[in-house]
């Protein structure tokens, strides 16, 4: 087990400059709005798809399971 941590440390800390290399997220795409509004409307647009489907999911099965306990209670 440590060395599993010790090892998943090691790959954290090896991939930490890449992930400092983002030019969107170090301001450096500050003169580019539309691309920050754009990831931003497709982060949103992915929830909400998301959301819709597991509520309707949700949903779905909340009244299968009335339905069935209405016909099991007849």
Known sequence: MTR???ILLLFASAGARQAQACAV???AGEGNQGIISGL???IVVL???TGLL???LIL???RMEA?????DAT
């Open 4 to 6: 599993l941590v010790a």
């Open 60 to 62: 779905a099965v909340r």
């Open 40 to 42: 931003t409307w497709g």
């Open 54 to 56: 597991l509520g309707s």
């Open 67 to 71: 339905h069935k306990s209405a016909h």
């Open 25 to 27: 997220c170090f301001g």
């Open 47 to 49: 929830l909400g798809a």
